[in-house]
């Protein structure tokens, strides 16, 4: 079975901080990618990747940023937290274009 | 503008009863159809893909459908039970020369005893 990791399922951070979410997948997937998820919003893609040191942005950017130096891994980094960065944030992979996506069980981050 | 549209509202039905659930979308042409179930604190897990050429797919009590003319998919779940309580989403695969799918708010499925 696929898994993917995520390294923390809580975080508190504080509004400013700098903050890393990392993800890692144990599957050689090519395609990763990093979604929140918001009451009444469902979740929206903020980047993806395709493939080492490629990233492409999704629907929501801004204030984001990612890096994935190795197949594996792909962090999430929020240059500057900010409240409205409070939400439930999840990493998948997938092997394919038209695959499913195998999802981490999320970090829910609130920005104090 | 696109959009993509799940009732908001908790679907609440009896034990071995049929639950459906309905995704409807606008201004999308999708290539493909995915159904994913999430639990409380956990991430979504693939249930079901269907292609925009299929009209049904199956898999044990699960079916999906795939209207293209109507810009719908049903997903039905025969025989319930309370195990299949949760919230399931529907997401569109795009065409975008990349994979890109987009995702519906979900539907929370209660099923009682």
């Known amino acids: 079975d696929v898994k993917v990791t995520q390294s923390s399922r809580y975080l508190v951070k504080r509004t400013g901080e700098k903050v890393f979410l990392e993800c890692v997948q144990d599957?050689?997937?090519?395609?990763m990618f990093w979604y929140r998820q918001d009451p009444g919003l469902g979740l929206r893609l903020i980047y993806f990747s395709y493939d080492v040191k490629m990233k492409e942005k999704g629907d929501i950017p801004e204030g984001y940023s990612v890096s994935r130096e190795k197949k594996e891994r792909f962090s999430l980094i929020l240059e500057s937290a900010s409240t409205n960065q409070t939400s439930m944030y999840l990493c998948?992979?997938?092997?394919?274009?038209?695959?499913?996506?195998?999802f981490g069980n999320g970090t829910r981050l609130t920005v104090t | 503008s696109q959009k993509i549209e799940q009732n908001s509202e908790a679907l609440n039905i009896q034990e071995g009863k049929t639950a459906t659930l309905t995704c409807n979308y606008t201004n999308y042409s999708p290539a493909y159809l995915q159904w994913y179930r999430q639990d409380p604190g956990r991430g979504p897990v693939f249930l079901l893909l269907i292609r925009e050429n299929e009209k049904e797919k199956r898999k044990e009590r699960l079916k999906v459908t795939f209207d293209t003319t109507l810009k719908q998919s049903l997903f039905h779940i025969t025989a319930s039970q309370p195990a299949d309580s949760a919230t399931y989403l529907c997401?569109?695969?795009?065409?975008?020369?990349?994979?890109?799918?987009?995702f519906g708010t979900g539907t929370r499925l209660l099923v009682s005893p």
């Open positions: 599957m050689d997937h090519e395609n």
């Open positions: 998948a992979s997938s092997p394919d274009r038209d695959s499913p996506l195998h």
């Open positions: 997401a569109l695969g795009v065409n975008t020369g990349f994979q890109k799918l987009v």
